[in-house]
């Protein structure tokens, strides 16, 4: 593979369960061995929202001491209203991480990520746990986002009219499709139709293939 990430492109990366999309996020974040050659452009600062990141906040801080550890200079006058973007606001801001919901702790890791000065957003399915307000508030956000997004989820909704492009995984190749979210969809699905469903040796087999092919990524 010889991919290249422009600068402000929102890329969808899509494909069946095990075909190595969390590989591949893992290997441009550091957090797996690779075979191949990763480039970032000049200070490219990455935010990565794993599935699991709700669930790595403190539990013991409040909501708004949440961000407000993260504030630096005049965004510390933003906080209130950038949580009451994302739906906290009154005395929601003084509950402790621990009792809340996992929609409301989602809400407040994605509060987080987007506070921070990143210019390359990873997001590995963003939207679990989340309702439907709550998506088109994260929606509404990444669309104005300046940034460049490489995003995983499997909400059809949620994607449609987001991504420029979108990278689909197949076959330990990633194939770069710059038509529209539904018709990419439609001819997915029906090859899907076609095909038997993965065994987990099957999966690992591909995750490892992703590794080995990674000939150049440039971001």
Known sequence: MDLVLGRGEKVAMLGPNGVGKSTLIKAITGETNYDGKIEFGHNVAIGYFAQDSAEKLNGEKTVFETIDDIAT????????????????????????????????????????????????????????????????????????????????????????????????????????????????????NASMNEQPVQTKSVQEESEKKIRQSAKKIRV
């Not at 209130?80 to 809400?107: H, P």
């Not at 746990?129 to 940034?147: P, V, W």
């Not at 197949?170 to 990419?184: D, M, P, S, V």
Request: glycine fraction near 6%; proline fraction near 1%.
């Open 73 to 188: 200079g005049e965004k510390r006058k933003d906080i209130r209203n950038i949580l009451g973007a994302f739906l906290f606001s009154g005395e929601e801001i003084d509950k402790k991480v621990k009792v809340l919901s996992g929609g409301e702790r989602t809400r407040l890791a994605i509060c987080k990520l987007l506070f921070q000065d990143f210019n390359f957003l990873i997001m590995d399915e963003p939207t679990n746990h989340l309702d439907l307000n709550s998506k088109e508030i994260l929606k509404d956000a990444l669309a104005s986002y300046e940034g460049t997004i490489l995003l995983v989820s499997h909400d059809r909704d949620f994607l449609d009219g987001l991504s420029t492009k979108i990278w689909e995984i197949q076959n330990a190749q990633i194939r770069t499709h710059y038509f529209g979210l539904n018709e990419f969809l439609e001819r997915i």
